[in-house]
């Protein structure tokens, strides 16, 4: 199976709670709540894709029909307060939100295709990559949108009763899950890289191996058949040594000369 060893093991499981995490989050209307110290608050709460007004008209524009209840934000009803309900900070949350939601959506098929795949497929190494990529880039993107929405959120220029307002447990799951993204991916490509220098320690040593038994064969062959004579061996071999004339006992000679004779 894909998860072998305890790394993996705690990169899955880390992957699998900051998903669970992100997408709870995602589609929560409680990243921005009220306390609940107000008795009548115009503003109850807020998501990323749904906000719930309580008798809310706009400070700057009071119109008849006061909102209230839970709507979408892009709702045709809300259309006359898009220049509050939506601030140029609020579209990047949810832009930046929705990347990193893609990003989640994408791992799911990869980890479940993983966790099938055998660590001698050729898709094994190609799996732990694309896993690992999407989940550091979908941690970036939603980093930039808890922090993006963390500073902005409860400013005084947004809801209304902004001293009254808190960041709610959809916003700390969204904070958990993208934080949780990042190990969770660098956990994924550092298994790659470990798996791609096995297998090519697996090659290299192969290779010296077939390469070892084919130079111990074609010794064996060789010492086995007889050895042919080199015409270059036979051009330049070396003539008999012809036999040596008898030299003359010369010091003998030379003593009878220069001695002296004692007979008479």
């Not at 077939?210 to 051009?235: C, F, H, I, K, T």
């Not at 040594?241 to 003998?252: E, Y």
Request: hydrophobic share 45%; proline share 5%; net charge negative.
């Amino acid at each position: 199976m894909g998860a072998s060893n305890r790394i993996l093991q705690v990169a899955v499981c880390a992957s699998v709670f900051s998903l669970i995490c992100f997408i709870i989050a995602f589609s929560t209307p409680y990243w921005l709540v009220t306390d609940g110290s107000l008795q009548n608050p115009r503003f109850t709460n807020l998501g990323l894709w749904e906000v719930c007004f309580n008798n809310f008209q706009d400070i700057h524009r009071f119109f008849d029909n006061p909102f209230n209840g839970c709507l979408w934000v892009f709702e045709e009803e809300y259309y006359i307060i898009h220049d509050f309900l939506l601030p140029g900070f609020y579209i990047s949350v949810q832009l930046f939100a929705t990347l990193c939601f893609v990003m989640c959506l994408v791992v799911i098929p990869l980890t479940a295709a993983f966790l099938r795949t055998s660590r001698d497929d050729d898709r094994y190494m190609v799996l732990l990559l694309a896993i690992g990529s999407c989940q550091v880039v979908g941690s970036v993107f939603g980093f930039i949108a808890v922090v993006t929405f963390g500073a902005k959120g409860d400013s005084r220029d947004w809801m209304p009763g902004w001293q009254n307002n808190d960041m709610g447990w959809s916003f700390a799951l969204g904070v958990v899950g993208a934080v949780l993204l990042l190990p969770a991916g660098v956990l994924y490509l550092v298994e790659a890289r470990r798996e791609r220098y096995k297998r090519l320690n697996e090659i290299s040593n192969r290779e010296i191996s077939e390469y070892g038994d084919e130079y111990y064969q074609n010794q064996v062959s060789a010492a086995a058949l007889p050895s042919a004579p080199s015409p270059y061996q036979s051009s330049f071999a070396s003539e008999p040594s012809r036999p040596r004339r008898p030299q003359q006992n010369i010091s003998s000679n030379s003593a009878v000369q220069g001695g002296i004779q004692t007979d008479i």
